[in-house]
């Protein structure tokens, strides 16, 4: 795809913003189909490489992965991604996935190279066809991906990146050296050191030999879930970003906890008070366009929204539960099911993320919300995108809170620390259909999160019917009749 040179006047500011859920949930066909509806389309950046390694271990139906690999600047890296890792028939019955590269400390080598096209791949692809705009969602928290995660993203034009989980304070910066391909150097938190790590990144020594056109720096969003955090960011210009997502608890996955001592409720998730509302007479007095999220699926919100000053609203649920979304059809449709008769619980749960944020937890059948499933399930971290540098006696180590509780005591953690933890990695990859094979015939069990508010499904899908990303575009913006004739209609195919 052609990169767009520098210094383009900027396209209109969106009034919506497609939430970046999960591990593919947000993918590429609903990041496309709500940028040709005029909105923001975002895909979800986190554990791109594995996900373009099991597509296309499971023979890249469609040819979509192939297709986006072919336009890379640098063809020798995707071949040998394609020899690696294509399978033209997919993998047989119950064959295990063939593991990705783990990121680590020192930077460089394959895992940065997969990184990179996993990321370039989702996001060609989610700006294929139209001009729409098109933005990838990152979590501060997997420091080690960021850099190669985000030239990959720039590589492929990449119009907004969105951050949060953490203080994304580095992000702006960042943004701009990759945009002019130089080495950079990504500030990692070494659990046991006072200062950060340095995790060097050097374009130009991936892309040896092809150097790219001109690319354009995409505009910074950072979410955050108070003023205090927006107006810290605002200060300095190397940290200032260009807006903020304001994400309310009610947002689906993780999210902020509570300011003050953690106090739990009946059910046992965290109770949020007036401390917790952000002030957004404060955040409009920075002067950087601002959208609120969390239980903003309604035209009701958005107008609201827009009369206290933002931009806009960032909707996710509306959106997770789609036509175009990535979640595997069955648990999409149970979801549906369930919400439709009432009985669809989700859970804040306190101790489910081995990050320690608050993560939004679906109640669904054979799926790590069940207690005995999630006893009956072998821990393992072989995926490792939420560890933790830590410095131990004998160096750098990795250590992760859902990992088996030999090491991750072992790594200086605590027992009670590991416990009630999910592997967030493996089951959210098996959410959208990706589940890692072990031995004995074993499948990863999914793990789905869910926003709390549920409450658009009635006018989206009235009467049971699905329904497509485009309608839930059209009706937030008012447009009634058009989204009405959608539903009518068959929801939009995947090419």
């Keep these: 795809m052609p990169q767009s040179p520098p210094n383009l006047p900027a396209a209109p ?57 072919a336009a890379f600047p640098h063809p020798g890296l995707a071949r040998a991604v394609l020899d690696r890792y294509h399978r033209a028939d997919g993998l047989a019955e119950g064959a295990p996935m063939r593991p990705a590269p783990r990121l680590r400390a020192a930077g460089g080598g394959p895992a940065d190279v997969l990184t990179v096209l996993g990321n370039f791949v989702e996001v060609w692809l989610a700006k294929e066809g139209h001009d729409g705009t098109v933005g990838i969602n990152y979590l501060e928290k997997i420091q080690l991906a960021t850099a190669p995660a985000m030239f990959g993203a720039i590589l492929a034009g990449v119009d907004h990146v969105l951050v949060g989980a953490g203080v994304p304070g580095q992000i702006p910066a960042l943004a701009s050296r990759l945009a002019r391909c130089e080495p950079c150097l990504t500030k990692v938190t070494v659990d046991g050191d006072e200062e950060p790590l340095d995790h060097p990144f050097d374009p130009r020594a991936l892309l040896a030999g092809h150097p790219p056109g001109p690319l354009r720096r995409p505009e910074v969003l950072a979410i955050v879930s108070l003023p205090v955090l927006a107006s810290y960011l605002a200060r300095d210009p190397a940290t200032r970003p ?18 003050g001592p953690l106090r739990l409720d009946g059910a046992g998730e965290p ?25 903003q699926a309604s035209p009701g919100a958005l107008a609201a929204a827009r009369a206290r000053g933002a931009a806009g609203v960032q909707v996710g649920s509306a959106f997770a539960l789609c036509e175009e979304s990535g979640i595997a059809r069955p648990l999409r449709e149970e979801l549906l099911g369930r919400a439709r008769a009432g009985t669809l619980t989700v859970r ?78 493996n089951g959210l990859l098996a959410t959208v259909g990706l589940a890692q094979r072990r031995p004995g015939g074993r499948v990863e069990p999914a793990l789905v999160t869910l926003g709390k508010d549920l409450s658009f499904l009635p006018a989206l899908s009235p009467d049971g019917r699905p329904y497509s990303a485009a309608a839930v575009v ?7 009749r058009a989204a009405a004739a959608d539903r009518a209609g068959s929801a939009p195919g995947t090419p």
């Design 271 to 295: 109770l949020y008070g007036p401390r917790d509302h952000p002030d957004l007479a404060r955040m409009a007095a920075l002067g950087l366009p601002f959208w609120l999220a969390g239980g």
């Design 348 to 425: 804040n749960d306190p101790r489910a993320s081995p990050t320690a944020f608050p993560f939004k937890v679906a109640e669904l059948p054979g799926t790590l919300s069940e207690p005995e499933v999630a006893a009956a399930r072998r821990r393992v971290c072989d995926l490792g995108f939420l560890r933790t540098p830590v410095r131990g006696e004998r160096g750098l180590v990795y250590r992760c809170a859902a990992e088996p509780v030999a090491a991750y005591v072992r790594k200086g953690g605590s027992a009670a620390g590991a416990e009630g933890r999910r592997c967030l990695c």
């Design 474 to 480: 059209r009706w937030l913006g008012g447009t009634d």
């Design 13 to 69: 500011r969106p009034w919506l913003i497609q939430g970046g859920m999960g591990v593919g949930v947000s993918g590429w066909r609903l990041a496309r189909a709500v940028a040709r509806e005029g909105q923001l389309g975002v895909v979800s950046g986190t554990a791109l490489d594995v996900v373009l390694a099991r597509v296309l271990q499971t023979g890249d139906p469609g040819g979509h992965a192939r297709r986006a690999l």
């Design 242 to 259: 260009d807006g903020y997502v304001i994400e309310t608890s009610g947002a689906g996955g993780h999210s902020a906890p509570p300011r």
